[in-house]
C-alpha cells in the first residue's frame, strides 16, 4: 500500500528537476499524478519513466501561468484519476531580461515573472481547491473517533481533502543582488502559502510551501559543466553544514511528507530544504571561505561569467 493510493495529483513543472522528482516520487507512493510541463519532451519522457516503475502517471502540454491551462489541468487531473488530492506548484523557468534590479528591469519582464511565480499558484488553486472540495476526503481516512478541543462543538472537522505544496526557494527568505523579480516572487509565494491555508484550512486543504537550497537539477548539471569546476563545486557545497547540495529527490521527499495524512495539522508553513544553508551566520560564512578560495585560485562556479568574472554588481 503506498501513501498515496488511489488519489489524483498534479505536479506543475514535472518533467524535469524538483518537479520530475516529485512527480516520481509521488507515483510511486501510489497516485496517479499528472504532469503539467511546456516542455514536451521531457515530459513524456518522465511519464514513460513513472510508467515503467510501476506507476500512473499522463502529461498535458500547457503554460501554467495561463487561466486556461489551470482550468484544463483540473479538469483533466480528474477526469484521469477521478479526483483532485494533490496540487504541487513548481514551475517556473527565469526569462528573457527576469535579472537585475528595480532600475534595470522592464515592466513586461516583472509582469511575467509575477504572472508565473505567483499568478500561476494563484490559479491553480482557484481552479484546483473546488475539485478539490467535490472529491472529498481522501477515501482510505480514516479519522478514528474524534478526539481533543474540537470534539464539543460536534462533528469532526473536515481533515485530508486536499494538499497544496507551493515550491519557493531560499530566496524567498534571503536575498541576492539584481534578482528582484526572483526574490520578491519568491517572498511572495511564501505570504501566498499562507493566506491559502488560512483560507483553505476550514476545508480540510492545508497549504505549505518549500524553499529548497541549491538543488542540482538535469539543467543545473549543464551549467555546471559550462562554466564550473570541481573546486567550485566544492566551495559552494562548503557553504552547507551537511557539506552538500541538493538532489531533486531531498525537495520530493518533503513534498510528499506534506502530501500525506501524517502532516495533517502541518499548514501556512514555509520549510526550508536546504542542508542548514539559512540558517548559518553571513559573515562567518565568508571569513572561513578566504582560506579555501586562497588554496583554490582556479575554482570555477556556475555562476560565474564566460569571461571568468564572478560579478553581479
Ligand atoms: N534548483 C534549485 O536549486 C532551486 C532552488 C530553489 C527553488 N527552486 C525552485 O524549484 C522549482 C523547480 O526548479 P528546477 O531547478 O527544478 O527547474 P528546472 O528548470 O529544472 O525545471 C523546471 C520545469 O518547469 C517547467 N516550466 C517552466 N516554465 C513553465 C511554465 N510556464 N509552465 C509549465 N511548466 C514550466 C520547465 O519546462 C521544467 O520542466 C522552481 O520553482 C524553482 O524556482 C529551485
Redesign the pocket.
Known sequence: MGRFDGRGAIV??????????CARIIAADGAGVLI????EE??ASNVNRIREAGGKAEFMA?????ES?AAEMVEKAVSTFGRLDLLV???????AGSAGSAVEVRPEAWHRGMD??VG?LYLGAKFGVPAMEESGADPEFDPGPWEGAGRRHGDPPAQNVGRIVN?????GILNSPRSMI?EAG?AAVIGLTRQMAVDFGPLGITVNA???????????ESMWSETGNDAGFRLFELHYPVRR??V?ED?ANAVAFLCSNEASFITGQTLAVDGGMTIQLQEDIVMDTKDYIAANPDLRTHFDNRDGSTSRW
Request: hydrophobic fraction near 35%; avoid cysteine; glycine fraction near 26%.
Open positions: 506543475t513543472g514535472g518533467a524535469l528537476g524538483i518537479g520530475g522528482g503539467v510541463d511546456i516542455n521531457s515530459g500547457g503554460d501554467v501561468a495561463q491551462v506548484q513548481n514551475a517556473y523557468g527565469g526569462g508565473l511565480l500561476a515550491i519557493s526557494s531560499v530566496h526572483y519568491k518549500i524553499a529548497p537550497g541549491h538543488i542540482v537539477t538535469e539543467r543545473g547540495t541538493g531533486p525537495i
